[in-house]
């Protein structure tokens, strides 16, 4: 027998752990996300859909924030807005108290509509333009972490030419990004701490760097930052690459990146939130001295678990294996054709059958390696039937495209039975809303 969705245990209504907290199996034998029925969701909101435990989100940012500052209290949670950069979402996140992380200005825009504090937001980069840079001057970015020599150059000149016009003293606080040459066991695709990465300054050319930035009068360097990968399940990298940066000099900021990973699948138990910043502290202490401003920048480990995505079966195929195919695929999680990435499902109606059949869940999209999950058991879908994938809030919506015409789904919170729209699904006009002629 196969127990698909639930978790191995005698209570038949528990999930397993890659469901947003509060998910539970109503007596219908439904998924409940906090407190929705997943198959009402679907049947109001249309399918795909991606479905948010708004409780989720903050008790996940609450973990971080009461985890550091109890174990480091000079220390800032910086979203790392990639991994979900949707206003909403910036707003929860904003409101439980985190600073904020931002890659482009696209995503600085988003933060600053969610509500932010300019002077909490970080940007990042490894080619920002002279737009971008201009645009967080205005904005007010209150840091900004710089890649790479033409990067210091870059900032330089745009926060000279300002300081020139207004005939003011004007100095950007900086960060540099450090590439400790330690590398996580992740996909490679996402492993950034490698010493031959396009990310960041090598441990032989940072002094350098921090030679250059230490003589201009535009630029204060206030600490160091390094971020390793992503998806990484085991804590001894992060401490190998605290205990590197202790090598390049004594600062008083110190952003460690984000990096943990997540349960996509039952088998997987990620350290906990509280047992990787209890590591991260403990190391900034031992290898960095007391006293330390400490930055954090989790993106995945806050978001991923909040969200499932819901989709309809259109199709059911029996040839050498059984394909279930749905309203959404690639266009909605890329990251298992990018990444090879795996996920579980179920049947949103069906929680509690235990008759199970072997599939392969495909997309709908025009080609063969748009399958979300090969070799997934499910319970007999027939068309129409609602599936759910778990942990699909990390870098999902973040890489939607529109792959196929296929427009962008939802993003709907749920709380205490109360399912709110945040983001409509797109349109064939949206598809065609760039167009100028
Ligand atoms: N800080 C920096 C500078 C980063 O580049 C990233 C992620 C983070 C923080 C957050 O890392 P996290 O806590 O989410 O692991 N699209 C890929 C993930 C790319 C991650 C990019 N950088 C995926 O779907 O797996």
């Known amino acids: 027998m196969i127990l698909g969705a639930l978790s191995a245990s005698d209570d038949p209504y528990l999930l397993s752990h890659v469901y947003p907290i509060g998910s539970r199996v109503n007596n219908r034998g439904h998924l409940e996300i906090g407190g929705c029925d997943a198959v009402e969701l679907a049947y109001e909101f249309g399918t795909p859909a991606y479905v948010v435990s708004e409780d989720d989100l903050r008790a996940r940012a609450r973990a971080y924030t009461r985890g550091l500052a109890a174990r480091n209290p000079d220390c800032d949670v910086l979203f790392a807005s990639k991994a979900f ?9 904003a409101e439980e108290g985190l600073a904020c992380d931002v890659a482009s200005g696209g995503e600085l825009a988003l933060a600053l509509r969610g509500g932010f ?30 890649d790479s020599l033409h990067d ?46 396009k990310f960041g300054f090598g441990l032989a050319d940072a002094p350098l760097a ?44 110190y952003n460690l990146g984000g990096g943990l990973g997540v349960a996509y699948v039952e088998a997987q138990e990620p350290p906990s939130i509280a047992g990787y910043v209890t590591t991260l502290a403990n190391t900034a202490h031992a290898a960095l001295g007391p006293g330390k401003r400490v930055l954090i920048e989790p993106g995945r480990s806050l978001v991923a678990n909040s969200t499932v995505t819901l989709y309809t079966v259109q199709t059911v195929k029996r040839n050498v294996s059984t394909w279930v195919a749905v309203d959404g695929g690639m266009s909605d999680n890329l990251r298992p054709m990018l990444y090879g990435a795996r996920y579980e499902a179920a049947v949103a109606g069906r929680m509690l059958e235990r008759h199970m059949e072997i599939c392969h869940l495909a997309g709908k999209h025009c080609e063969s390696g748009d399958v979300i999950i090969r070799d997934i058991p499910l319970a007999s879908p027939v068309p129409g039937d609602i599936i759910v994938t778990p942990a699909t ?45």
């Open 117 to 146: 504090d300019p002077a909490r937001i970080y940007l990042h980069g490894n080619a920002k333009s002279v737009e971008e840079l201009e645009f967080a001057l205005d904005a007010g970015v209150g840091h900004i972490v710089l």
């Open 152 to 197: 210091v150059e870059r900032l330089e000149q745009v926060v000279a030419a300002r300081a020139a016009g207004a005939g003011s003293g004007f100095i950007q606080d900086v960060l540099i990004r450090i590439t400790p040459d330690v590398s996580g066991n992740t996909h490679a695709a996402i492993s950034t701490g490698q010493a031959d990465s």
């Open 85 to 93: 950069p949707c206003t909403a979402v910036y707003r929860v996140l």
């Open 393 to 437: 809030g990390a870098y999902g919506y973040a890489m939607a495209n529109n792959y196929n015409g296929v427009p962008r789904p939802p993003v709907i919170f749920c709380k205490d039975g109360d399912a709110r729209l945040v983001v409509r699904r797109e349109t064939y006009d949206d598809l065609m809303g760039r167009d100028v002629e």
């Open 210 to 253: 921090i030679e250059r930035i230490a003589g201009s009068p535009h630029l204060r360097l206030v600490g160091l930052h390094c971020h390793i990968g992503s998806q990484l399940l085991e804590l001894d990298p992060f401490i190998r690459a605290v205990t590197a940066l202790a090598t390049l000099g004594d600062y008083d900021v």
